[in-house]
């Protein structure tokens, strides 16, 4: 089982930066695929970034260049730096971690197998 725990979410002006941090309990973060999702009020829910075993990511066009996942396996903790928010930005951010077991790793919802509580990020223009 593993337990993820959101913060550093807020509220920020456009053009602002906001740094998400995750920290899991559990085993095997390093050898986890995780990443990141967020809900908008109203949409549906959006895969924002992930981050493989080996470190590599991939982004949604709608952040690339603006959002970086990053981690850390000494303390067992996903970031998420942004740059440059928008206020179509706004939202509730989960961290989300795959099963161990699976071979691919996604960044669509459907590829998580666990969630955070979620951190809202509010960007007013």
């Known amino acids: 089982q593993v337990q993820l725990v959101e913060s550093g979410g807020g509220s920020v002006q456009a053009g602002g930066s906001l740094r998400l941090s995750c920290v899991a309990s559990?085993?095997?973060?390093?050898?986890?695929?995780m990443g990141w999702v967020r809900q908008a009020p109203g949409k549906e829910r959006e895969g924002v970034a992930r981050i493989n075993s080996a470190g590599s990511a991939t982004y949604a066009d709608s952040v690339k260049g603006r959002f970086t996942v990053s981690k850390d396996n000494a303390k067992n903790t996903l970031y998420l730096q942004m740059n440059s928010l928008k206020p179509e930005d706004t939202a509730m951010y989960y961290c989300?971690?795959?099963?161990?077991?699976?071979?691919?790793?996604?960044?669509?919802?459907?590829?998580?197998?666990?969630w955070g509580q979620g951190t809202q990020v509010t960007v007013s223009s």
């Open positions: 559990g085993s095997s973060f390093s050898r986890r695929c």
């Open positions: 989300a971690a795959a099963y161990e077991a699976k071979r691919f790793c996604g960044r669509g919802p459907d590829d998580f197998d666990y």
